[in-house]
T-cell receptor, first 114, second 111 residues
Framework: EAGVTQFPSHSVIEKGQTVTLRCDPI?????LYWYRRVMGKEIKFLLH????????ESGMPNNRFLAERTGGTYSTLKVQPAELEDSGVYFC????????????FGPGTRLTVT | QKEVEQNSGPLSVPEGAIASLNCTYS??????FFWYRQYSGKSPELIMS????GDKEDGRFTAQLNKASQYVSLLIRDSQPSDSATYLC???????????FGKGTKLSVKP
């Protein structure tokens, strides 16, 4: 069974540019999560999809971040315009169920904003 | 603010010894607890989940949970150099589906 995949693995962009990250969850997992790890800090929750619906987006830092999950399959996270403080590793995770279920993480996208 | 605290380490143990990793959490309503292993530059890999008070064993790993003390630990028996990694404690944030992570403990197993 294929795991969670993310694309790209690395992205270097300039401040003010736009970047779109993609996540493909494990097949059959309705729950998809985005997390971010900023250097020196713990991994922090961004948002949670159940199928195509946003269940919880309380962790999104501001309106420069837009997440979508069209058709309840893969998800994209767009940052527009990017700021220096957006640099970090963006992880996607998926789970079969919601609260309490085991979450499986993708390899992450390392975003560097210069 | 719900928090998960871990000793950042590094924790150094000799090969073959028992490594003990500890974690405390602030939210009393938390019901689900997880340990992830993360090698440098890689994704967090789920190694243990625990939901009830007491011990849960899986191979060389034992997770221990004490909800009254808001404490969860991970024991690694017969530690191997390949166990050298950062271990992340994660707790479900109450009724929400998101995990709350600690900063992780870096473990180094010396041959």
């Amino acid at each position: 069974e294929a795991g969670v995949t993310q694309f790209p693995s690395h992205s270097v962009i300039e401040k003010g540019q736009t970047v779109t990250l993609r996540c493909d969850p494990i097949s059959g997992h309705d729950n998809l999560y985005w997390y971010r790890r900023v250097m020196g800090k713990e991994i922090k929750f961004l948002l949670h999809f159940v199928k195509e619906s946003k269940q919880d987006e309380s962790g999104m830092p501001n309106n420069r971040f837009l997440a979508e999950r069209t058709g309840g399959t893969y998800s994209t996270l767009k940052v527009q315009p990017a700021e220096l403080e957006d640099s970090g590793v963006y992880f996607c995770a998926s789970s079969y169920g919601g609260s309490g279920y085991e979450q499986y993480f993708g390899p992450g996208t390392r975003l560097t904003v210069t | 603010q719900k928090e998960v605290e871990q000793n950042s380490g590094p924790l150094s143990v000799p090969e073959g010894a028992i490594a003990s990793l500890n974690c405390t959490y602030s939210d009393r309503v938390s019901q689900s607890f997880f340990w992830y292993r993360q090698y440098s530059g890689k994704s967090p890999e789920l190694i243990m989940s625990i939901y009830s008070n007491g011990d849960k064993e899986d191979g060389r790993f034992t997770a221990q949970l004490n909800k009254a003390s808001q404490y969860v630990s991970l024991l690694i028996r017969d530690s191997q150099p390949s166990d050298s990694a950062t271990y992340l404690c994660a707790v479900y944030g109450g009724s929400q589906g998101n995990l709350i992570f600690g900063k992780g403990t870096k473990l180094s197993v010396k041959p």
